[in-house]
């Protein structure tokens, strides 16, 4: 059955309108004493705010609609069953679809419509991936397109396509985005399938348009772990770790696949547990290795085994309008997705399962109830751990079983800050006028600072207005939950209602950019290099010509980017090194230091998203020299930090400073070292010479002719004042004069 929809703003529940139960925004005065809760306490603050964009999305014909989506800097794409795809901009409008995601193959397995969507954002390199499976009869495949630009097209001219074959049929699909490849799981039949496809290729359209993994392709690498599973109890699933955020996993760290094992499914093994697998590729050898299982021990937990009405494992939660009226619960399976960030001191993996708690309700639960069980994982580069989990089952004081309120189909992400939200599907199976709750889309959080264990600020954004009839009603595999990259605190989620209408849905933690400034700091061997090695203990080496590069979400206004770097010389000259942000030039210098150095470059952001690029561009090898540039950090904050007066900030060390009392200024011999001297005196203009070849000079980071000939052009000043360098030489009688 079809229901009809009514949509409800940000609200406190009232008896008599929504029941008796609270919807919990306690910053609106809202307050309750929550039954057998680990969720809410009456004395949180709020930490969410409310919806800022909500929309409808498309209206999927299919049970289950398997709605997905994901957040890029301009667009948000959504796909559902069976199986079609729209792109919307951030102010919610639908600007292009929707159309089939099979639509954009001409020919071969792909040409279809199977269902199983995905959606990813790979920030990293600021594409967009779409998948879904297929099986044409003859054989299956993952149907995979790559986009070729930052926009998400809606032909398949905008993407490279990949028909990626697998020897079984790749169910229940997910993407995750990693530093060296696209890591995909899948279910099939009794094992989970591991996959790892070539990214740099994909991402060039370099790899073939059909792609074989039986197990180890041309840029397909699969492998498999058993699914577990016992009679009456459903098997297990895996998620791939994918990437949130700016910030690229360390080099060398391998991918990451993790499952949650309730001891009723592995009756060989009946430990509630959590296990942690990592994947290490070679692309080169076309080989990887797969390893663990790391097995952390969670709070005990119990998957939900159904069968409520008698009519099997899709027999889950309760719905108002019908005694036996219900739908699944996909309570077996950790739910999407398992989001990986990095951030200062640690990195984060945050996911969430749908258990049975009505061990929390009891003389009240006569039968199971569905909850949020959720979990971050932290790790300071060794092994995963546990750092906080919590079950988030609020209620308000409920009279009778059919008021308790079920909570499942949950997605779960992290922002900058370390925040979390949670968005997911709520109702009960109260069948009391005004106390009936239909299956609803809602989201919570939690900060940093809150109490461990908890969520709070639970939103009910929207709510059905009747049910799925009869029992065991399949009702979504998945939802999701991502962070806007533009600020990277805003949240977008994307679900359904029993109609099949689907919502998008953007909110944020209130704390997030309360702060006026985006800081943050990227360890050199963990962005992007176009080339180079790792450089011990840390930092990277760029040996040959080349760059590295982040993207970074800046805060408009005045700002500085640091970047600690040191040179390796040739000829007496050190590594030309040039800082881009986005297409301005904000740092123009020779690193003549040999050891580790901080270079501080002003720049006035316009905010948002832009990359910044560290290039070198003078490589010489002439052995046993060999000029090289090695890069530790770079670290961007807010303000400008070069104070008046300080005219070398940020392109020479420790400067000596001079004056004059008028005339003209004569340096004397500079020796063959590296020069870094500054004056606030007003320099008319001035002159060098006796440079020996391959030695350069600078006024305020320009290059000036030197030997003898006037400055054409005075820089102007910088800060206040001038800063003279000269790269090392060996001709110890060079000069300069200011007048």
């Known amino acids: 059955m079809r229901t009809a929809i009514r949509e409800r703003g940000r609200a406190c529940a009232r008896k008599g309108v929504w029941g008796a139960f609270a919807v919990f925004s306690l910053a609106l005065g809202c307050s309750s004493t929550p039954a057998g809760s680990e969720g809410v306490g009456s004395n949180q603050l709020e930490v969410l705010g409310a919806p800022g964009v909500l929309v409808p999305g498309i209206m999927s014909s299919s049970m289950p609609p398997d709605t997905i989506g994901e957040v890029g800097p301009n667009h948000y794409v959504q796909a559902v069953n069976l199986t079609q795809f729209g792109v919307w901009n951030k102010s919610g409008v639908l600007v292009a679809g929707p159309v089939s995601l099979g639509s954009l193959w001409s020919s071969g397995r792909c040409a279809s419509n199977l ?34 630009t930052a926009t998400p097209g809606i032909t398949g001219a905008d993407y490279y396509l990949y028909e990626v074959r697998t020897p079984n049929f790749p169910d229940y699909p997910r993407i995750g985005v990693w530093r060296d490849a696209y890591y995909v799981t899948t279910s099939e039949n009794t ?56 910030t690229a996993p360390p080099v060398g760290a391998p991918g990451l696949f993790v499952r949650t094992v309730d001891g009723q499914q592995d009756p060989n093994n009946p430990n509630d547990r959590i296990e942690v697998y990592t994947a290490t590729v070679s692309w080169a ?22 069968n409520r009405n008698g009519a099997g494992q899709r027999d889950c939660v309760p719905e108002p309008g019908g005694a036996t009226n219900s739908v699944d619960a996909l309570s077996n399976r950790p739910m999407m997705g398992l989001k990986y960030r990095q951030l200062a001191g640690h990195a984060s993996l945050v996911f969430n399962q749908t258990i049975n708690v009505a061990n929390h309700f009891p003389g009240i639960a006569t039968g199971e109830v569905a909850g949020i069980r959720w979990y971050e994982l932290r790790s300071t580069g060794g092994a995963w751990s546990i750092f906080d989990q919590g079950d988030f089952t609020p209620q308000n004081s409920p009279a009778n079983n059919a008021a ?29 006028p005004g106390k009936e709750l239909f299956p609803s889309i809602a989201y919570a959080g939690r900060t940093t600072t809150d109490t461990p264990g908890t969520l709070n600020s639970e939103t009910l954004v929207i709510e059905s207005t009747g049910a799925l009839a009869g029992p065991g009603n399949r009702w979504g595999d998945y939802s999701a939950l991502s962070v806007d990259p533009t600020d990277d605190c805003t949240f977008w989620y994307t679900s359904h209602l029993a109609s099949g209408d689907t919502r998008i849905v953007s909110f944020k933690h209130n704390e997030c950019n309360n702060n006026t400034c985006n800081a943050s700091t990227y360890e050199a061997e963990n962005i992007f290099h176009s080339i180079g090695t790792a450089a011990p203990p840390d930092g990277w080496n760029l040996h040959s010509n080349g760059y590295i590069s982040t993207n970074h979400n800046f805060t408009a206004g005045p700002t500085t980017v640091t970047v600690r770097a040191l ?17 301005t030039v ?20 316009p905010g948002g998203i832009q990359e910044i690029r560290i290039t070198f561009d003078n490589d010489l090898y002439q052995p046993p020299q060999d000029r090289n540039l090695w890069l530790d950090k770079i670290s961007v904050d807010c303000g400008p930090a070069i104070p008046p007066g300080s005219a070398c900030s940020g392109l020479c060390s420790n400067p000596t400073s001079f004056t004059w009392s008028g005339g003209s200024y004569q340096s004397g011999n500079l020796g063959t070292g590296a020069i870094c001297r500054e004056t606030t005196h007003a320099v008319a203009g001035g002159n060098c010479g006796n440079l020996a070849a391959g030695r350069q000079f600078f006024v305020n980071g320009t290059a000036v002719v030197c030997n003898g000939a006037n400055w054409s052009v005075v820089p102007p000043t910088r800060n206040g004042g001038y800063c003279i360098q000269a790269t090392p030489g060996n001709f110890a009688w060079a000069f300069y004069t200011l007048w």
Not at 126 to 134: I, K, N, P, S, T
Not at 215 to 226: A, D, E, K, N, W
Not at 567 to 583: D, I, K, S, T
């Open 191 to 246: 094992e989970l399938g591991l996959y790892a496809l070539d990214r740099t290729a994909m991402l060039a359209g370099t790899a073939p348009s059909i792609i074989t993994c039986a197990p180890i392709g041309s840029q397909c690498l699969r492998s498999s772990i058993p699914a577990l599973g016992a009679v009456g109890v459903r098997n297990t699933r895996i998620l791939p770790g994918d990437v949130e955020g700016p």
């Open 285 to 306: 050898t076309l080989s990887w290795i797969i390893g663990g299982p790391a097995v952390l021990a969670p709070n005990a937990f119990d998957t939900m085994l159904c």
């Open 115 to 148: 269902g199983g969507p995905t959606v990813s954002y790979d920030q990293l390199a600021d594409r967009w991936v779409l998948e879904q499976y297929a099986d044409d009869g003859a054989g299956t495949a993952l149907c995979i397109a790559v986009s070729r």
């Open 404 to 432: 308790l309120i079920h909570r499942w189909m949950g997605s779960m992400s992290i922002d900058r800050m370390g925040n979390l939200a949670v968005g997911y599907s709520m109702g009960n199976s109260d069948n009391t």
């Open 567 to 583: 040179g390796q010389l040739a000829n007496g000259v050190g590594p030309h090194m040039v800082v881009r942000v986005g297409n």
């Open 586 to 605: 904000i740092g123009d210098i020779f690193v003549s230091q040999t050891t580790y150095t901080n270079f501080t470059f002003n720049y006035t952001a």
